[in-house]
């Protein structure tokens, strides 16, 4: 079973970074797109940025400048630098990877992310 595992988040004070890791495990032969999503309290899910099988980028507005994402294709991992963290960056992180044709997400599990001010 494909399964995505986050890990990395955390508490941080505003200024400081963290990055996020999430590693892809099963029987897999190909990842396609992978994306990193954020969920805050009352507010519904959205994409933070996303990055394609040859490095192609996509981020959202709120994150330019601040979050990379970058993958590590040999060792079916994607990661999310996070710098410069801002209190509205506060929010269960998430991903989520085009595996063999087939959306995997990490919906049930995600990893707390906490910037205080």
């Known amino acids: 079973q494909v399964q995505l595992v986050e890990s990395g988040g955390g508490l941080v004070q505003a200024g400081g970074s963290l990055r996020l890791s999430c590693a892809a495990s099963?029987?897999?032969?190909?990842?396609?797109?992978m994306g990193w999503y954020r969920q805050a309290p009352g507010k519904q899910r959205e994409l933070v940025a996303s990055?394609?099988?040859?490095?192609?980028?996509n981020y959202a507005d709120s994150v330019k400048g601040r979050f990379t994402i970058s993958r590590d294709n040999a060792q079916n991992t994607g990661y999310l630098q996070m710098n410069s963290l801002k209190p509205d960056d506060t929010a269960v992180y998430y991903c989520?990877?085009?595996?063999?044709?087939?959306?995997?997400?990490?919906w049930g599990q995600g990893t707390q992310v906490t910037v205080s001010s």
């Open positions: 099963g029987r897999i032969f190909s990842i396609n797109a």
């Open positions: 989520a990877a085009t595996i063999d044709g087939r959306t995997i997400n990490s």
């Open positions: 990055i394609t099988v040859s490095g192609r980028t």
